[in-house]
T-cell receptor
C-alpha cells in the first residue's frame, strides 16, 4: 500500500528565515497531496494542496512543489513568523480511492523570534 | 455552522470497558473518516464511510467498529478497550471522494488504563 515519508521530524528556524519540509510517496497512482497544519492541542487544518497535473502552487508565504518522476513533494514557507510554529503533516491520496489520506509522520516547526 | 464536532472531548476507560465516540457534521458531506493520532506516527485511518449506511476498513481497523445510520453522524465504537488504544481520535469529513479538503473535528483524547 501507499507509504508517505516526511523529513525532517523537527525543524528550528529564526524568524524571517525560510523553512522547507519534504515528503516522498511510494504509490505512483497518487494524485492529490495536501498539507495540514496542527497547532498544539488543536485539530489539523488544510493550508495548501496540490494535484498531480500541477508542478507548483503558491499562496502568499506558502508554496508546494511536486516532482512526479521522483515521487516527492515539498512545502516551502518563506519569511517565517512565530505563529508558523506548529506540526505540519503531508499526505497523499489516489483517484478512486475515496479520498483516503495516507499521512506522513509530521514535522514539528519552531520559529524563534 | 458548527462544522465537525466530536463528543466527548476526554475520556478515561479501564481495560475491557466499552465506549462510543460520536462525530457529527452539518456540512452535508458524503464522506466521513475516523483517524487516530499517536506521537511520532501522524494520523492513521481507522474506518471510513462513503455515504449513509456504508462503512469500510482503513489502515488500522482492528478493535474498532463503526456505524453511519444518519448522513450527518459517524460513530466509532470500542467494544473492549485495550491500553494500545490510548490515543487522540479525530473525525473528518469531505464533500466528495475526489481529492477534496477533509475538515477535522476537535478530537477526543482517550486514555485506557
Amino acid at each position: 500500500g501507499e507509504n508517505v515519508e516526511q523529513h525532517p521530524s523537527t525543524l528550528s528556524v529564526q524568524e524571517g528565515d525560510s523553512a522547507v519540509i519534504k515528503c516522498t510517496y511510494s504509490d505512483s497512482a497518487s494524485n492529490y497531496f495536501p498539507w495540514y497544519k496542527q497547532e498544539l492541542g488543536k485539530r489539523p487544518q488544510l493550508i495548501i494542496d496540490i494535484r498531480s497535473n500541477v508542478g507548483e502552487k503558491k499562496d502568499q508565504r506558502i508554496a508546494v512543489t511536486l516532482n512526479k518522476t521522483a515521487k516527492h513533494f515539498s512545502l516551502h514557507i518563506t519569511e517565517t513568523q512565530p505563529e508558523d510554529s506548529a506540526v505540519y503533516f503531508c499526505a497523499a491520496s489516489k483517484p478512486r480511492g475515496y479520498n483516503k489520506l495516507i499521512f506522513g509522520a509530521g514535522t514539528r516547526l519552531a520559529v524563534h523570534p | 455552522n458548527a462544522g465537525v464536532t466530536q463528543t466527548p472531548k476526554f475520556r478515561v476507560l479501564k481495560t475491557g470497558q466499552s465506549m462510543t465516540l460520536l462525530c457529527a457534521q452539518d456540512m452535508n458531506h458524503e464522506y466521513m473518516y475516523w483517524y487516530r493520532q499517536d506521537p511520532g506516527m501522524g494520523l492513521r485511518l481507522i474506518h471510513y464511510s462513503v455515504g449513509e449506511g456504508t462503512t469500510a476498513k482503513g489502515e488500522v481497523p482492528d478493535g474498532y467498529n463503526v456505524s453511519r445510520l444518519k448522513k450527518q453522524n459517524f460513530l466509532l465504537g470500542l467494544e473492549s478497550a485495550a491500553p494500545s488504544q490510548t490515543s487522540v481520535y479525530f473525525c473528518a469529513s469531505s464533500y466528495s471522494g475526489r481529492g477534496d479538503e477533509q475538515y477535522f473535528g476537535p478530537g477526543t483524547r482517550l486514555t485506557v488504563t
